[in-house]
């Protein structure tokens, strides 16, 4: 059996054991979605780009902590989630990549808005295009909860603010988001 029919669980298990080939394979099937998520938080393709890498290394070196080896994806998307907030807070002053530059999942529940749009890519752009308009906070917390579907508490633990205020902001962010798109949609 090739290491590129075997299933998650036996590729982390070799990689425990040092297998370098199927750390190759790991990185293969995930480094595009990883790389995308630390994209949408920090905005620069060649920070996201070391953020991922970084990522998988820490990844690998701390897999004996994974308790749960079907796990690893999700425990994979925490760590680059973590390490992107932490270096995009680090360097702020840094974020001018514009996001129509990468095509993103987006879950809208704007009411109205969708059926006014007349292509998923349009209004995934406009949507974004606009996302990166908010207030930073309100980006991010939207990107973590629309786009990568963290839930609140995952959400307040990664932006280390309370349950309450993660909820706020979030709910403020849409209201935010809507009142922007409105205008927009409307022409």
């Known amino acids: 059996m090739t290491l590129t029919t075997k299933n998650i669980e036996e590729l982390v298990e070799l990689c425990k054991a040092g297998n370098q080939s199927a750390q190759l394979e790991v990185y293969n099937r995930y480094y595009k979605a990883m790389y995308n998520t630390a994209l949408r938080i920090v905005k620069d393709s060649f920070e996201a780009e070391d953020i991922m890498q970084d990522s998988f290394l820490s990844a690998f070196t701390k897999l004996?902590?994974?308790?749960?080896?079907?796990?690893?994806?999700?425990?994979l998307k925490r760590i680059v989630v973590n390490n992107s907030i932490y270096h995009f807070n680090k360097n702020s002053k840094y974020q001018n990549v514009?996001?129509?530059?990468?095509?993103?999942k987006?879950?809208?529940d704007n009411q109205g808005i969708e059926s006014e749009l007349s292509t998923s890519n349009e209004k995934a752009k406009l949507v974004l295009s606009t996302m990166s308009q908010l207030k930073d906070n309100?980006?991010?917390?939207?990107?973590?909860?629309?786009?990568?579907?963290?839930?609140?508490?995952?959400?307040?633990?990664f932006m280390k603010i309370s349950y309450a205020n993660c909820r706020?902001?979030?709910?403020?962010?849409?209201?935010?988001?809507?009142q922007k798109l409105q205008p927009m949609v409307n022409n």
């Open 138 to 157: 309100y980006r991010v917390a939207l990107t973590l909860h629309l786009i990568e579907g963290f839930d609140y508490e995952e959400i307040s633990s």
């Open 64 to 75: 004996d902590s994974l308790h749960d080896t079907v796990t690893f994806g999700s425990w």
């Open 168 to 178: 706020t902001t979030i709910s403020r962010a849409k209201e935010s988001l809507r």
């Open 106 to 108: 987006v879950e809208d």
């Open 98 to 104: 514009p996001y129509e530059n990468v095509m993103y």
